[in-house]
């Protein structure tokens, strides 16, 4: 594991989303704590976007996004809890080459042990979707930052060093 780790890229290109009814640039306090965190580490921004919580419109943009060989990864934020206008994670389940459900599970226990019970409503993901690595988390402040600092930021590099290794000859990778 150690290894992998040391030859995962040190600086990425993520695009990150806001998938909201209500947000705007100026009032997106959750997507803005995504991109100060992915720059303080070294990561660059290769587009941001606030798009209302519409399927048709997040697959649209991953899908356009996903063709560029710079951009490594996509964080979302918003969209994952249960109420009717919550279809963020409906939008990229569908459309994901590869689910790691881990990182709900683990994303979850997190949450679990500061707000308690209530973290049973998220449906945060992550996978990959055309060797891209996609990670979806709730838009509150808080399930940003505890996302981040604890899961995104620490293992992103080597998530994307994963997507992006090729199998040894005559192997697949497990």
Same mark, same amino acid.
């Given at each position: *594991?150690?290894?992998?780790?040391?030859?995962?890229?040190?600086?990425?290109?993520?695009?990150? /989303?806001?998938?909201? =009814?209500?947000?705007?640039?100026?009032?997106?306090?959750?997507?803005?704590?995504?991109?100060? *965190? @992915?720059?303080?580490?070294?990561?660059?921004?290769?587009?941001?976007?606030?798009?209302?919580?519409?399927?048709? !419109?997040?697959?649209?943009? /991953? +899908?356009?996004?996903? +063709?560029?060989? =710079?951009? !490594?990864?996509?964080?979302?934020?918003?969209?994952?809890?249960?109420?009717?206008?919550?279809?963020?994670?409906?939008?990229?389940?569908?459309?994901? =080459?590869?689910? @790691?459900?881990?990182?709900?599970? #683990?994303?979850?226990?997190?949450?679990?042990?500061?707000?308690?019970?209530?973290? /049973? *409503?998220?449906?945060?993901?992550?996978?990959?979707? &055309?060797?891209?690595? /996609?990670?979806?988390?709730?838009?509150? @402040?808080?399930?940003?930052?505890?996302? *981040? &600092?604890?899961?995104? #930021?620490?293992?992103?590099?080597?998530?994307?060093?994963?997507?992006?290794?090729?199998?040894?000859?005559?192997?697949?990778?497990?």
């Amino acid at each position: *594991m150690k290894e992998h780790k040391a030859r995962a890229l040190r600086s990425l290109s993520c695009y990150v /989303i806001t998938a909201s =009814d209500t947000r705007t640039e100026r009032t997106d306090e959750s997507g803005k704590a995504i991109i100060r *965190m @992915l720059k303080d580490a070294g990561h660059t921004i290769a587009g941001y976007s606030i798009l209302k919580d519409e399927p048709v !419109h997040i697959r649209r943009l /991953i +899908r356009r996004e996903a +063709r560029r060989k =710079d951009l !490594h990864a996509f964080i979302i934020n918003g969209g994952t809890g249960i109420s009717s206008r919550d279809s963020t994670f409906d939008a990229i389940e569908g459309i994901m =080459d590869k689910k @790691l459900p881990g990182f709900g599970e #683990l994303f979850r226990w997190l949450s679990y042990q500061e707000i308690g019970t209530a973290a /049973i *409503m998220s449906r945060s993901t992550a996978g990959v979707f &055309k060797g891209k690595v /996609i990670i979806s988390v709730p838009g509150s @402040l808080n399930a940003v930052k505890l996302a *981040m &600092k604890k899961i995104i #930021l620490p293992e992103l590099p080597h998530m994307v060093a994963e997507v992006s290794r090729k199998p040894a000859c005559g192997r697949h990778n497990t």
